[in-house]
């Protein structure tokens, strides 16, 4: 088929589908001679599952790695970590080797930018322990004040709902007690950092200042919270995203996140 005959076919214009290949590498259409693009029943049934995440309310980052992965990532198979959920779902994401007085750098950013900018953002933060945890609770209660709702990850002893944030235990030998992350899904102040440290104390982490991409990991924090504390009742759900991306708001957003790391790291 040609890339109209699948635009009528799916409802997904001719457009959008030359942009989803571009940005995601999906779908993957076969070609002639000439270069143009023909696609088979599988590409169709591929996108219309697409759409469908997307109508469930998935991001299009997550709904493409869903599909992907042939339905791993729906509520009864979930990510083990914010981390592993964030590079399955958007594989393009660069991945840096970072020492912690760098990951602290770029959380405090990241907080610092939520503080400044975001209204009613949606937050998750994995801490891996509560000494650490502890140390934080003086932003976070801050963050949490103006916040929506919070999902907080660390060895609690328990879960619990507590002062406006969920607090999840993890327990031990779970992925998640090796993540450090911080997720701001908000309007004008989206960013997500995501980690997971390594033997020799440094972490593989990725960082981005996408909309889509927070939006994306703030779901996944969402399903492990419903995981590890099925007892407890989480906030309602996600108010709709924003639609497309905004390149230039996006560079905008990195180079705050970046300079303001830049000043922590310089002191």
Do not use: K
Not at 21 to 33: H, I, N
Not at 259 to 266: E, G, P, Q, S
Request: proline content about 6%.
């Amino acid at each position: 088929m040609t890339i109209s005959a699948v635009a009528a076919r799916t409802g997904v214009g001719v457009p959008t589908l030359r942009a989803w290949e571009q940005r995601f590498g999906f779908p993957q259409p076969g070609r002639l001679a000439g270069g143009h693009r023909r696609y088979d029943e599988a590409d169709v049934t591929d996108i219309l599952r697409v759409v469908a995440e997307r109508e469930a309310g998935r991001s299009l980052e997550t709904a493409i790695g869903v599909v992907r992965q042939g339905g791993r990532g729906r509520d009864d198979e979930i990510d083990r970590s914010v981390f592993s959920g964030l590079r399955r779902a958007r594989p393009d994401l660069a991945v840096h080797v970072l020492h912690r007085h760098t990951m602290l750098a770029l959380s405090r950013a990241i907080e610092d930018e939520c503080l400044a900018h975001a209204g009613r953002p949606w937050l998750v933060a994995a801490f891996q322990t509560r000494v650490a945890y502890a140390q934080a609770r003086g932003r976070w209660d801050d963050l949490i004040d103006t916040a929506a709702h919070a999902i907080v990850f660390a060895d609690f002893a328990r879960s619990r709902l507590r002062a406006g944030r969920l607090e999840v235990a993890v327990p031990a030998g779970d992925p998640l007690r090796r993540e450090w992350s911080v997720v701001c899904d908000a309007p004008g102040a989206a960013a997500v950092l995501a980690g997971w440290e390594r033997p020799d104390g440094r972490f593989e982490a990725v960082w981005t200042a996408e909309a889509d991409a927070a939006r994306t990991a703030d779901e996944i924090g969402r399903r492990l919270a419903a995981h590890h504390a099925p007892g407890l009742a989480l906030p309602g759900p996600l108010p709709a995203a924003v639609p497309g991306h905004d390149p230039i708001e996006t560079v905008r957003r990195t180079t705050a996140l970046a300079n303001r790391a830049v000043a922590y790291l310089d002191r």
